[in-house]
């Protein structure tokens, strides 16, 4: 089996889009097509769905790509077996526009010479990811088990940084003039949170957070992105959202959307890194020192009651 076609799955699969795919490759989108069509050919199944959006997995697709990740993983380390520290540390984020994310690119941009893999696998069940890290499709991935008994044993966890949560608003809601927010302020107003997936660690968030402050989160029905979420937001007087202080969103200038600080206290939401318990990938050192110098989220500061664990300088 071509061990290049199945890279070039591996990678459309993890971007959603083969021209995405191509740039990190260093190839054209014809030449990963041509890969992906060979790779269908042998393989005799379709593995993508086309859209105009950029391809989907097919059913068949979706049970290839974690064996396909192992022979990548496998291919990777039969050159680094000769090649030591040849290869970027692969790190997991739950988005491209994620705090994680963000802060990978700020110690990337910081750390001249360095490389890093940034991956984002399409599981919401973090058990999964710790388990992709034991197995070595990943390096390192910044996601939290909340059951700190449900780790492998031989992948462990530690805190990495604390992200504040902020209200999206737009320019009718009535909080919108407003420069902060408490918690108790959010009472009774419509904050809109989709895409929560149960068995998820942010479904547990948000449970606790609920609870915690009496809040109104709306997580029913089909999640289309934030693009339309964005767009409902702007265009409403009472629905609202949370995101992450470090979060990256865009919109148009039309929108004149808020980002509104809650304070007294600030809800902060533990992100935690996966990392193997021995032998850990090299380059995540320079990586935990970036995240554990990150500044602290001002206090008060409310956190769900998850284990706690220590930060991410102090265990190596």
Do not use: C
């Amino acid at each position: 089996m071509d061990t290049e076609a199945v890279r070039s799955f591996v990678r459309a699969a993890e971007l959603g889009q083969l021209r995405h795919a191509a740039d990190e490759l260093g190839v054209t989108p014809q030449a990963v097509s041509k890969r992906v069509a060979a790779l269908e050919r042998d393989l005799k199944v379709r593995l993508f769905t086309r859209t105009a959006r950029g391809v989907e997995l097919t059913l068949d697709g979706r049970a290839f790509l974690p064996y396909a990740r192992g022979l990548v993983v496998s291919a990777d380390r039969a050159v680094a077996a000769v090649r030591p520290a040849s290869r970027a540390p692969r790190v997991d984020v739950l988005g491209l526009r994620s705090a994680q994310a963000v802060v990978l690119h700020d110690y990337w941009r910081s750390h001249p010479g360095t490389d890093v893999d940034v991956v984002t696998l399409r599981v919401d069940d973090p058990r999964q990811v710790a388990a992709a890290v034991q197995a070595g499709d990943i390096d390192a991935a910044f996601r939290t088990v909340t059951d700190p008994g449900a780790l492998p044993p031989d992948v462990r966890m530690v805190h990495a940084f604390d992200s504040p949560l902020q209200l999206l608003v737009g320019p009718r809601h009535p909080l919108a003039s407003a420069r902060s927010v408490t918690p108790s302020q959010l009472r009774g107003h419509l904050i809109r949170v989709p895409g929560i997936v149960p068995r998820s660690e942010w479904s547990e968030f948000y449970d606790q957070l609920v609870t915690a402050f009496d809040l109104r989160v709306d997580a029913t029905g089909p999640n289309f992105g934030d693009e339309v979420l964005l767009d409902a937001i702007a265009g409403s007087a009472d629905v609202a959202t949370l995101v992450g202080a470090r979060d990256r969103y865009v919109w148009p200038a039309r929108h004149d959307l808020r980002r509104i600080p809650i304070v007294d206290p600030t809800p902060a939401y533990p992100i935690s890194l996966l990392l193997p318990r021995t032998n850990p990938h090299p380059g995540l050192r320079a990586i935990l020192d970036h995240v554990a110098a990150l500044p602290p989220v001002p206090e008060p500061a409310w956190r769900p009651a998850w284990p706690r664990l220590s930060p991410a300088a102090g265990r190596r």
